[in-house]
């Protein structure tokens, strides 16, 4: 029972498809993709990995039927067509053993190695009946598997492959950004001493015509590390600055947050696009608040302090947003050029309630000030959170109490139909909001 090579499984896999003789008996693609091999190239070498999964191979051929087949299809890749199944619940019994099987280390000379594999199961059916099909929807399961951290992905084709999905999602946000299909809401920031709008966080928003509204993280990942970011992001400041100038010529006087990602503040030309914005829109420089993810401000990338400084100098202040959440260096904090932290909703949201998530809030908020810093407090819902990081000292709060994040007109109609003064004279106005 030998492994088969790559042309050699597609010539004996197809002609065991297409036998035309009758049979009662079901078929199924198993695709098998370790991920962690692609580690261990750079460590033990091409052939010592190509040598294990030899052996892989060899351990799976044993343990299946003998009518079935096993062929080494990729780099680190095992494809494997099931025969003379009696139900298609036999093809996902063989996936679980085969799991079974790999999840013990794997014997390797004097080491011993997790491998780690996921599988993606393809059926055969009237609509998949060729092996080019059969594979090609393996391979989509498998896909699906490593999104969702699932050892096992049976392919239904009710689902779209995800990384069709994210194709076709990267070509339309291209369209969006240059046909304006993408707008900015606004979440007011209130300071807490005076109960007015200090400033208001941009939030990007899609509702794609096809598949609804896309979260702004999945937005992020699309665009991220491709030709699109620094067009958004392009897209993203001027858009803030020019309605930013809009709604303080309708008579609310406050600030913009935006938020910059880790590429943008890798590229070179960022601080450039930055002084062009600022002089086309005359939104005073002061006012413009970056805000940078905790993972972004943290990672030692060369030029992104530099970068950071340059933006300071020109009189724009820097937030480090979710600050709790990724891997703070408290060394590597004195070195950055912050104005405030926003500490993430998952803290303040219960802190009225879980007596560990008030201290937390409790200690970021000593910290920072210690810092010198300003803290705005995220996810802030109801009045028993806001009077607790009243007394805390909290200077910015921002949250569902105050208003949901809301798109440039209904900004300004809000500003002239109510108070600005919210916390102070329009309580009950924020308790049914």
Known sequence: MTVLTYQSFLIKASQKLN???????????????FERLAELDGV?????????????AA??????????LVGITGRYQLCCLLADLLTDAHAMLAAHKIIRILAQPFAFGRRNIILAPRIGVALQNDSSRTLDQLMSNASSAVRRAKLEQDPITLFLAELEDPLLFHIDLWSDLGHAIETGGLYLGYQPQIDIASGKIKSTEALLRWVHP????????KLIQIAEGTALMPKLTLWVFHTALRECAEYRKAGLHAGVSINFSADDLRDPELTELVSQGLALWNVPPGDITIELTETAVMANHPGTLDTLYKLKDMGLKLAMDDFGTGYSSMARMLDLPLDEVKIDMIFVRHMATRHKHDRIVDSMITLAHRLNLSVVAEGVEDLATYHRLQTLGCDVIQGFLIGKAMPLPELIATVHNQSLDFLQTRPRTITEG
């Open 59 to 68: 351990q799976l051929r044993s343990a299946l039927n003998p009518g079935d």
């Open 19 to 33: 036998d035309a003789r009758p049979s009662n008996f079901r078929k199924a693609v198993l695709i098998v993709n």
């Open 44 to 56: 033990l070498g091409f052939t010592v990995v190509d040598d294990m999964l030899q052996q892989i």
């Open 210 to 217: 096809h598949h609804g509204p896309i979260r702004t993280d």
